[in-house]
């Protein structure tokens, strides 16, 4: 069975930092790409960044692009999202999401972290 | 202000067919395949619709999707009080090197 189990969420001040995780199992993780989607309080579906397969391709959201950092453990099928400078507006549940290359479609979703940036 | 716009809301009494639209542009729509998503309030994205109109196993074929130029729809026939959710379109953006995704509509079943 496919699961994806986000955690790191919490609490953090303006400008602070939080490291996200993602843990895969039930499939083979180093043959999938991955994205971290965020939804806020009441709010849609924002997509926020793309890892490839291997990890050398990397996309962000300009939201997020020069602070986030999006990285993955194939030996571990561990994905994670690096945040930095954290704002206000970048309080939301961030969930990890599979990518299936022959559909580019997300086919799996974990159940999601909450980060809430607030002093 | 998503660069893909969805109507926010849409409505139908059980049984009826009702239709959620979703327009973007040639970077996303126009020259990359749609998916669709459902997410019931509380509960993580579902994916419903993939490559335009494929459904993934385990999804009613009253869920059907289709295409057109720079725009996408969602049809839901013999609505069903359990499809009240939102759903939302997405697709990949050429010029923004990423996903985007419809701002939402939320489905009332009256």
């Known amino acids: 069975e496919v699961q994806l189990v986000e955690s790191g969420g919490g609490l953090v001040q303006p400008g602070g930092s939080l490291r996200l995780s993602c843990a895969a199992s039930?499939?083979?993780?180093?043959?999938?790409?991955m994205n971290w989607v965020r939804q806020a309080p009441g709010k849609g579906l924002e997509w926020v960044s793309y890892?490839?397969?291997?990890?050398?391709?990397?996309y962000y959201a300009d939201s997020v692009n020069g602070r986030f950092t999006i990285s993955r453990d194939n030996a571990t099928s561990s994905l994670f999202l690096h945040m930095n400078r954290l704002r206000a507006e970048d309080s939301a549940i961030y969930y990890c999401?599979?990518?299936?290359?022959?559909?580019?479609?997300?086919?799996?979703w974990g159940q999601g972290t909450l980060v809430t940036v607030s002093s | 202000q998503s660069v893909v716009t969805q109507s926010p809301s849409a409505s139908g009494t059980p049984g009826q067919r009702v239709t959620i639209s979703c327009s973007g542009s040639?970077?996303?729509?126009?020259?990359?395949?749609v998916n669709w998503y459902q997410q019931v309030p509380g509960t993580a994205p579902k994916l419903l619709i993939y490559?335009?109109?494929e459904r993934p196993s385990g999804v009613p074929d009253r869920f059907s999707g289709s295409k057109s130029g720079t725009s996408a729809s969602l049809a839901i026939s013999g609505l069903q009080s359990e499809d009240e959710a939102d759903y939302y379109c997405?697709?990949?953006?050429?010029?923004?090197?990423?996903?985007?995704f419809g701002g939402g509509t939320k489905l009332t079943v009256l």
């Open positions: 890892i490839s397969s291997s990890g050398r391709t990397i």
């Open positions: 490559t335009d109109n």
């Open positions: 997405a697709a990949w953006d050429d010029s923004l090197s990423g996903w985007v």
């Open positions: 040639s970077s996303n729509i126009g020259s990359n395949t």
């Open positions: 999401a599979r990518e299936t290359g022959s559909t580019s479609s997300f086919d799996f």
């Open positions: 039930g499939f083979t993780f180093s043959s999938y790409e």
